[in-house]
């Protein structure tokens, strides 16, 4: 399984980006797909995540800027990101939780990350 992430850049702060994040190989269900981001000296965190049923949940940070939508072949989850700030500066990296034709039970795959720089 190979997640593939693209649409990071270089912005100025109060403009867009869209990210995608297409997962490929032994595919079986896919069930919650997400974005992780970590900014530099910073852990982590959860940006966005959607369930196999469309439900949503974004961390505090990034509510009612950010969507999180899943393309309609299900294996793709985009992140609209709007009104940009400095702080969203970070490398986003997609998730996905995943059961192959493989595996009896789910497994967390990640995607390479790819760099978002807002300058203010």
């Known amino acids: 399984v190979q997640l593939q992430a693209s649409g990071g850049g270089l912005v100025q702060a109060g403009e867009s980006l869209r990210l995608s994040c297409v997962a490929s190989g032994s595919i079986n269900t896919i069930y919650d797909m997400g974005w992780y981001r970590q900014a530099p000296g910073k852990q982590r965190e959860l940006v966005a995540f959607?369930?196999?049923?469309?439900?949503?949940n974004y961390a505090d940070s990034v509510k009612g800027r950010f969507t999180v939508s899943r393309g309609s072949g299900k294996n793709t989850v985009y992140l609209q990101m709007n009104s940009l700030k400095a702080e969203d500066t970070g490398v986003y990296s997609c998730n996905a939780r995943i059961r192959t034709h493989i595996t009896l039970s789910p497994m967390n795959y990640w995607g390479k990350g790819t760099q978002v720089t807002v300058s203010s």
């Open positions: 959607i369930t196999s049923g469309g439900y949503t």
